[in-house]
């Protein structure tokens, strides 16, 4: 029941004209939000207007909405920006963390969709047209693929243009971002550019002498500090960062936002912000190093 729930929310297979909250407040869907499948709410980024005020945030989907306390998403801070709970029995009131209510909705399937459930499913695959891609000529498939790459190194660059506009082309900084965005590996890349953009390069560049105070403010600004632990490396680590988040005046980020699941062992946050430590420690201006080398080799 739940995966059927979650393909007909996916693509917006219900009546839209009738949607409410459990309450009785009217919801208009803007964007059902991109389908997670790692830890964390089922679907990102969604934009949903709940009685006229629009909010963005998570969605998360259950068969019964009691659900949500048998996977603990209660006492589970990762859960507090789902703005709806969708569910197809109402049987509980989800709350966050702080005990606070989220909007709830009964989705009703029609019933041509559960009639043809088991195609649908079956057809929903990652590349659709891939029992079709052998009859396609191999030059067409050549041109698309270079379509495809300038399609993305487009992208790419778009984005590098879009932070030297908001850092005053300051290529250090943004070099700077666009690293550390890169060692999340896809599944963190968004949390490590938030970890990036909380902790300017500067702060580190003053601290460069100290290999620990350096991994203090990586790792206390990734929220991987706020654990009590007798490990003796460990607390020295809370020690630096307590006085360094005082002096620059930093504020850490939530440690749930990075995500371990179908991630490989060697690609965990916690091994990426050591290497970065490291890093930094051997580089001041890492950037002017990379313009100085001869080759991709050097690199």
Same mark, same amino acid.
Request: charged letters at 20%.
């Given at each position: ?15 839209? $004209? ?56 209660? $006492? ?224």
């Amino acid at each position: 029941m739940e995966r059927l729930l979650h393909y007909v929310w996916k693509y917006k297979l219900y009546p839209a $004209t009738s949607l409410a909250t459990t309450d009785g407040r009217p919801v208009q869907v803007i964007d059902p939000g991109m389908q997670n499948t790692d830890a964390g709410p089922d679907f990102f980024n969604a934009k949903i207007k709940i009685d006229g005020t629009l909010w963005a945030g998570s969605v998360e989907i259950h068969d019964k909405s009691s659900d949500w306390l048998l996977h603990h998403h209660e $006492t589970d801070k990762a859960y507090d920006g789902v703005i709806l709970h969708i569910t197809g029995v109402d049987d509980f009131q989800p709350v966050r963390t702080n005990g606070e209510p989220i909007p709830q909705m009964v989705l009703v399937v029609p019933e041509n969709i559960i009639r043809s459930i088991d195609w649908l499913l079956y057809r929903e695959a990652a590349l659709p047209c891939l029992g079709h891609i052998a009859g396609i000529e191999p030059l067409h498939i050549a041109c698309w693929m270079e379509a495809l790459l300038s399609e993305r190194l487009e992208r790419k660059t778009h984005d590098i243009f879009l932070l030297l506009d908001a850092y005053q082309a300051d290529w250090n900084e943004v070099f700077y971002i666009t690293l550390t965005r890169n060692f999340g590996f896809g599944v963190n890349n968004d949390a490590f550019e938030r970890l990036a953009k909380s902790l300017p390069l500067r702060c580190i560049q003053k601290q460069r002498s100290s290999h620990s105070q350096i991994e203090a403010m990586l790792f206390g600004q990734a929220g991987m500090l706020a654990e009590v632990n007798d490990d003796h490396y460990y607390r020295l680590l809370q020690r630096e960062y307590d006085f360094l988040r005082h002096k620059f005046g930093l504020s850490p980020m939530e440690d749930f936002v990075f995500k371990s699941l179908r991630t490989r062992p060697v690609n965990f946050p916690y091994l990426k912000v050591a290497q970065l430590a490291a890093l930094w420690v051997q580089h001041d201006t890492l950037f002017s190093a990379i313009l100085e080398a001869g080759s991709t080799g050097e690199i």
